[in-house]
């Protein structure tokens, strides 16, 4: 904005940036300051990741651990878009709700994650549930407060002018709130999605026995600081992957509203 | 409790086999690439279990308190964890021992960085003042509690730190701690990988460190012919590992790996020669509780009173109401059970 | 409906709440319905806070405990706003340096907090360090993403002009540019701050001595749930605490968004 750029010298100093990153990485690992065995270099650690994806470590390839991680956050993620979004909706049109579940909520907000972890294990055992719930309750607030915010925000002429037409609470939310606070929605499901897998991950460092995070793990105790960086590679890119669909989905949804 | 399964032996006695049409599906909880679950890969491999008419679904966990609070929520049936977590989840959870998996005395240590170990084992005075790092609540806290005692160090002249045993790894590795309490095989990675010693292992400090084989006491009331057959599998299986060296390191290797182990064949065979097991006879022996209580009642009340002191629990709970031998006699009483158990091919 | 009687209303509806949930809680727990293995009945909760409180519990008292965590989330939290905000001012303002840095920002924003543990220990040890640089990294990555946004939000006309009358770069700054990103900029410290919080639990998993994630960490050792809801109770309260503090800094810093 400020200084104009082509766009030409943008992808060159891009590039010169994450040159400069891989450089100094490299520079670090080289240089004596840190023992090797604590900070591989970027070709020690990019090796190691191709070798993670071929030969399987602690019973799986990297791409199953990364699936098994996957199977988890989806399953965490919908249910969190699918209680919190209604939620957040509901919370927005009826006063008495919003009174009900915001101090409960607030309350909640601050509360880690993996501070569930035990209660998860108590709760669930080893089913499916414990991770569901610790991805749940890192993704569930941000669509509950976009979901609300997005209802809250809709412009008053339109709630006043469904309500002369005699529309019921039903069709209030669904035909009038809902349409007019989808970007609000997806910005949250963004950020919902992004916490839900660090939680995932979290949970995964802790108690399970798949996925990257037990991957991180099992590289520590062995003393393989390339494996714990390949999990963190992995873990980068499909956070990243999960963010730029999420995003283009965003981007899509402002087009069609001809924004 | 303690009537559990004497009111039910009579009814079962010699019925063992006879259901072995049907396979019943058992829950094992163990954690990976640990000795004493060694014979479950065994087992599994051998057909053992389907033998008997089981059909075990596993679950691992990193470490015993996470599976011990599985059990709250019957997520396993029967599995082996260590003697601390054991006697946690008699008190919690109503856990009953039912057999030991191995003596652990060796393979729980207290371990220093290669630097400072013989300072530390020339004069363990000097580990006063130190900070120790390990896993609250396992059976390392108890191996270094019992090596703190034997040089006359009490707790409070020590800074402790509990973390995971992957992160005790890391923070010896790296020389950000000195002093850590480890089990085995960790500490065979931490004595290959990075130079560290064992100063003190629970034998060296002459506590009894057993493994625990636990069961849920509604499965047990339940199924206890299960159980006894659960037993005779592990027993089994032990039994052919004592004779088949050669072909026990060479699945060991294939367990460790996949549990994320990878240690040398030397550390390998240390695990057999320094790990006791008991089979049918030496588990009822040391369980046996005829005059002054078992030898098991003994040990397991010594880890509930480091525990008392430790603070995880307000009395140390009565040995009689959690360890019973009467499942092993089950296997005893049954002729065709205890021949599969000594089998040793 | 004035903002005042909606506040009432809110204040209302919210104690009646908690009123009703803590009853059905006392009534849950005393008739059996709920289960004291999976959930700890109050008096099970009293006794553990009263423990906590008194005697001490995990090392320490609570105080200690929860003045320690707070003390590691102020260095944390200070740390990355120090970084963060004028990085991501920097970014939003000038197009090079953007490009520069933000492909490497790219690649470690997805990496969860927690997954810098394994690292934070064979770099910086078991002392608070190593916990203040995860929760550094948990708050760097919304406040530089707010500040970058900040600075882009401002009406470009508005820079234009101020340029075209040839004001001072220092003064632009001062006048324009910070004033115009504080918003957003104070958006991004509240996510930092709860995002602090949320990571101080793994944080202290480090070897902590004393710290509430220390002590929540204990009571899952000790499968103790009534100490862990007592923990988690605290966490929530020093949360809630500081996000007050960081709004009352907010209305100072921006006296002209008075409502």
């Known amino acids: 904005m400020h200084d104009r750029l082509s766009r030409r010298s943008f992808i060159a100093l891009s590039a010169l940036g994450l040159g400069g990153f891989f450089a100094l990485w490299a520079l670090l690992a080289a240089s004596a300051l840190v023992p090797k065995l604590f900070l591989p270099s970027p070709v020690a650690v990019a090796e190691r990741f191709a070798e993670l994806t071929q030969q399987p470590f602690v019973g799986y390839t990297l791409q199953q651990h990364l699936l098994s991680s996957f199977g988890r956050f989806g399953a965490g993620f919908a249910l969190a878009a699918l209680i919190g979004v209604p939620l957040g909706l509901a919370m927005g049109w009826f006063r008495w709700l919003d009174g009900v579940v915001s101090p409960l909520f607030d309350a ?94 979290g949970a995964e460092l802790i108690v399970a026995s798949s996925g990257v995070g037990y991957l991180m793990v099992k590289g520590q105790s062995n003393i393989s600081t390339a494996t714990v960086m390949s999990g963190m590679v992995a873990i980068g890119i499909v956070g990243f992957a999960i963010d730029l669909l999420l995003r283009s989905l965003e981007a899509r949804i402002h087009r069609k509203r001809g924004r | 409790m303690k009537t559990v399964g004497k009111a039910l032996i009579g009814v079962l006695t010699g019925a063992a086999f006879g259901a072995q049409a049907q396979v019943a599906e058992i829950k094992v909880s163990y954690q990976p690439a640990l000795y004493w679950a060694l014979p479950f890969h065994v087992a599994s491999e051998k057909g053992w279990w389907a033998e008997v008419g089981l059909k075990p679904v596993f679950s691992t966990f990193p470490a015993g308190v996470p599976q011990i609070a599985a059990s709250a929520s019957k997520s396993w049936d029967v599995g082996g964890t260590g003697s601390v977590p054991a006697v946690l989840g008699a008190v919690r959870y109503n856990l009953l021992t039912v057999g030991l998996t191995n003596d652990e005395s060796v393979g729980n240590a207290l371990l220093a960085t290669g630097a400072k170990a013989a300072g530390f084992m020339n004069n363990p005075q000097s580990i006063r003042g130190q900070t120790i790092v390990l896993t609250a609540n396992s059976t390392g ?205 | 409906m004035t903002a005042g009687a909606d506040r009432r209303f809110r204040l209302a509806i919210g104690t009646a709440t908690v009123l009703a949930l803590a009853a059905i809680w006392g009534v849950g727990s005393a008739g059996q319905w709920i289960a004291p293995i999976y959930f700890p009945p109050p008096g099970e909760v009293w006794t553990a806070f009263v423990q906590v409180a008194v005697q001490g519990y995990a090392d320490g008292m609570l105080h200690q405990h929860f003045l320690h965590s707070c003390l590691l989330v102020l260095y944390g939290f200070v740390a990355a706003v120090a970084v963060g905000v004028p990085l991501g001012m920097l970014m939003g303002w000038s197009r090079r340096a953007e490009a520069i840095l933000n492909p490497a920002f790219l690649l470690l924003r997805p990496i969860p907090p927690l997954a810098w543990i394994p690292l934070a220990i064979v770099w910086l040890g078991l002392g608070d360090a190593a916990k203040v640089l995860v929760i550094w990294f948990a708050a760097f990555v919304p406040s530089v993403i707010n500040s970058y946004a ?110």
């Open chain 1, 108 to 201: 909640l907000r601050f509360v880690a994650p993996i501070a569930w972890v035990p209660f998860a294990a108590l709760w669930f055992g080893t089913g499916i549930g414990g991770p569901i719930l610790i991805i749940f309750s890192g993704a569930f607030p941000p669509c509950v407060i976009n979901a609300y915010r997005g209802a809250k925000y809709v412009e008053p002429r339109f709630v006043e002018a469904a309500q002369t037409l005699g529309a019921s609470h039903w069709r209030m939310i669904t035909e009038v709130l809902l349409p007019a606070s989808v970007p609000s929605i997806v910005a949250g499901l963004r950020i919902s999605a992004g916490l839900g897998w660090q939680s995932l991950v």
């Open chain 2, 141 to 345: 806290d108890y191996a270094v509690q019992s090596c703190l005692a034997k040089w006359g160090l009490k707790k409070s002249d020590v800074t402790i730190k509990s973390m995971g045993q992957a992160e005790i790894i890391s923070a010896m590795s790296s020389n950000n701690a000195d002093l850590g309490g480890l089990w085995a095989p960790n500490i065979y990675t931490m004595e290959e990988k990075a130079g560290a010693k064992v100063i003190c292992s629970g034998k060296d400090a002459g506590a009894i460190v057993p493994g625990a084989l636990v069961v849920r006491a509604d499965y047990a009331k339940e199924q206890p012919q299960n159980v006894a057959k659960f037993l005779a599998v592990y027993l089994r299986a032990w039994k052919w590992m004592s004779t088949h060296r050669a072909e026990s390191v060479a699945m060991m290797k294939k367990f460790y790996e996949v549990g994320g182990v990878t240690i040398s064949e030397a550390s390998m065979n240390k695990e057999f020669d320094t790990r006791p097991v008991y089979d049918l006879a030496g588990q009822l022996k040391v369980m046996n509780r005829s005059g002054a209580g078992s030898d098991v009642d003994k040990w397991m009340t010594q880890i509930g009173e480091f525990m008392k002191a430790a603070g995880t629990m307000p009395e140390v709970p009565q040995a009689s109401r959690y360890i019973t031998d009467d499942f092993l006699k089950m296997v005893e009483r049954d002729p065709k059970l205890k021949a599969f158990a000594n089998q040793s091919n």
């Open chain 3, 150 to 259: 900040g600075v882009r939000s401002i009406e470009p006309h508005l820079l234009e002009a101020a340029r075209s009358l040839g004001i001072p770069r220092a003064m632009l700054l001062r006048e324009v540019l910070f004033p115009g990103a504080l918003p957003l900029v104070f958006t991004g410290l509240r996510l930092s701050l709860q995002a602090c919080w949320t990571t101080l639990v793994a944080g202290e998993l480090i070897g902590a001595i004393t710290g509430l994630g220390h002590l929540l960490y204990q009571g899952g050792l000790d499968i103790y749930p009534a100490m862990i809801l007592v923990g988690m109770v605290a966490v929530a309260l020093a949360g809630g605490l500081m996000t007050a503090l960081l709004t009352l800094l907010e209305a100072r810093a921006m006296p002209w968004r008075g409502r």
